[in-house]
């Protein structure tokens, strides 16, 4: 080959200069580099708009190159060896863990008061306003009345205790005040516009139409004094017509209980409903109460001595959260961007220099998904903390969206450690078995989950009139879950109703094959299919895994991390200490 010296522009950044020629071999093993000869590309050979493509191979810029890419896959210890720098995020996602921790324990706290006040009151309004409530486990589906009588007495004692509660309650509950009166009680029947109904005779006209019929009981209409009540509701009730009679109305309380914890208290709205159910006209009309939940702010209050002293420092804290969180968002990010450049740049290396493309497997060795998984982290952090600023200032009442949002991020911020731990070979073996199975358990379970789905909606079609837990499709596919576990077998098999022979033969044919496929088989094969990615995974540890092509072009480059090759000129060389082990010479696989 001719030797043409070197032209102006042959320096390496980011791309590297290539040897040309019909005889170049397309293998990387087989291929041999050229001598210096680096020349600048022809304007009629290639393209004007790139000039840094360079005709001629440079080894040294080649050799740059792999030390480049092995640096980029180091461990924090071996980087710090290699070029002095600090494991910045190592530092902070410790951090990160400690002060997000310590804020989700915190606000977990709260949550539970205002959940266990919610509940609370919930049980409260049922013994209040329901007559002869007693709780058990399945109250709500066996509390309901069969009688005429027993309709009229069951909602005239609702309307009489709502118009007394202030006298009756121990809680702190009250009227909702709209600024002139006090809110109204609403009593609505929803009926069916015609129905006239002959059983005896077999026959029925009936036009189908729902129409609602609403009337309002004020507390202030009526004098309330300290005695008993004597009131007597004026309701008629065509029950052949009847789908149901719905009382609503509101009541107020104040959670005062955040008090003993430094936190102002708040004001809740409960919208209490209670229905009346006979949509089924069984002779059985279930009585449910349910109630929404709205948390306001009070508008006035006065504590003898302030709970909010420690209300700057929780804001400080926060907003230290929220900046470790997003220096760890920027340097994660950073990158991120940085691997796929240099993917970019190690493709287009690739494909000039060997004439062959990269497979997707190497390429997404570039991606780190750890990164991606702590970026996901900090910013459900960020948000969740900027929520939880809002609601301890009272300007957000949403609990539920907040601890969902800092509870999963903690969770992936403690997930996102394991990255670190990956380095070490004795604590990888997990991380290494996890992701070497998950293509073969994700296709495992697709297969699977077709026949689990096909027995989830027999169960519920066939079973569900007979059997509690196949009601419906969530609490089959929640039924079934528990037997593949081997959990409440013998309950699902004693739950069976015996009102039909055929059903209940085919449910022991239901259930005796499914735990017998699920168990013995499915979840069998599952358990083989990660124990042999174990073991082949021991075994690679043991002898090597098997290099891609990504590996075996860094492998050329034999220069240890603190061989001091990897350092760039006016880099600081400061040492100081690092807890990392000692870098053993004689290995020389690179970090995922």
């Not at 509390?143 to 004692?157: E, I, L, N």
């Not at 809740?268 to 449910?288: L, P, Q």
């Not at 997707?360 to 600023?389: H, Q």
């Not at 055929?502 to 358990?527: A, E, G, K, T």
């Amino acid at each position: 080959m001719e030797d043409r010296g070197r032209g102006p522009d042959c320096e390496m950044q980011f791309v590297f200069n290539y040897c040309s020629g019909a005889d170049m071999k397309s293998e990387m093993a087989n291929s041999e580099p050229c001598v210096n000869c680096c020349n600048t590309i022809d304007e009629g050979s290639g393209n004007a708009n790139s000039p840094e493509k360079i005709e001629c191979h440079d080894p040294d810029a080649e050799d740059n190159f792999r030390r480049k890419l092995k640096f980029f896959f180091m461990n924090p210890c071996e980087k710090f060896r290699a070029r002095g720098r600090k494991p910045w995020k190592l530092g902070l996602q410790i951090l990160k863990i400690a002060i997000i921790t310590i804020q989700l324990v915190s606000f977990g706290l709260s949550n539970q008061m205002v959940v266990a006040f919610k509940e609370e009151n919930l049980m409260a309004f049922k013994h209040l306003f329901l007559k002869g409530y007693r709780p058990t486990d399945k109250s709500d589906d066996n509390y309901a009345v069969y009688t005429q009588s027993d309709v009229y007495d069951h909602v005239s004692f609702a309307v009489e205790q709502f118009l007394k509660l202030p006298n009756i309650s121990v809680g702190n509950h009250a009227y909702e005040w709209n600024g002139t009166e006090y809110t109204a009680l609403v009593l609505c029947q929803e009926f069916y516009k015609k129905s006239s109904i002959s059983p005896r005779n077999d026959s029925f006209d009936i036009d189908p139409k729902v129409e609602t019929e609403c009337f309002e009981i004020k507390p202030m209409l009526l004098c309330i004094d300290d005695g008993p009540i004597h009131w007597k509701l004026n309701l008629t009730v065509d029950f052949s017509r009847l789908l149901s009679i719905n009382i609503y109305f509101t009541l107020k309380a104040i959670n005062l209980q955040t008090v003993r914890h430094h936190e102002l208290p708040d004001c809740y709205d409960f919208h209490v409903a209670i229905t009346f159910n006979n949509k089924a006209h069984s002779g059985r009309v279930k009585i449910s109460l349910d109630n929404e939940v709205a948390i306001n702010e009070c508008k006035d209050w006065d504590i003898a001595r302030s709970v909010q002293k420690n209300a700057p420092y929780l804001l400080m804290f926060d907003a230290f959260i929220i900046v470790s969180c997003l220096i760890s968002l920027i340097l994660c990010t950073r990158s991120v961007i940085n691997g796929i450049q240099l993917q970019y740049e190690y493709t287009t290396f690739f494909l000039s220099r060997y004439s062959k493309p990269v497979p997707w497997s190497d390429r997404m060795e570039f991606v780190n998904g750890w990164y991606i998984l702590i970026i996901v982290s900090d910013m459900l952090t960020i948000i969740g903390s900027i929520l939880k600023i809002e609601i301890q200032a009272k300007n957000l009442t949403s609990y539920d969206v907040c601890s969902i949002l800092l509870g999963t991020s903690t969770m992936l911020v403690w997930i996102g450690v394991i990255r670190y731990l990956g380095y070490f070979q004795k604590y990888n073996l997990l991380i290494l078995t996890l992701r070497a199975a998950f293509p073969n358990v994700i296709r495992f379970w697709c297969c699977a989950s077709m026949i689990y789905l096909g027995y989830c909606f027999c169960g519920w079609i066939v079973l569900g009139p007979y059997h509690e837990k196949f009601r419906t499709f969530n609490t089959v596919t929640e039924c079934l879950f528990s037997l593949i576990n081997g959990d409440d077998m013998f309950p699902t098999f004693k739950g069976m109703q015996q009102k039909s022979y055929l059903v209940w033969l085919f449910s022991r044919l239901y259930l005796y094959s499914f735990i017998s496929l699920f168990i013995y088989m499915v979840l069998s094969l599952f358990i083989a299919l990660i124990t042999d990615t174990y073991e082949t995974i021991k075994q690679y540890q043991r002898d090597g895994f098997p290099e891609t092509e990504l590996h075996s072009f860094m492998a050329a480059c034999k220069d240890l991390p603190n061989s001091g090759r990897y350092r760039i000129k006016g880099e600081s060389h400061t040492a100081i200490f690092c807890c990392c082990n000692r870098y053993d010479e004689s290995e020389e696989n690179l970090a995922d």
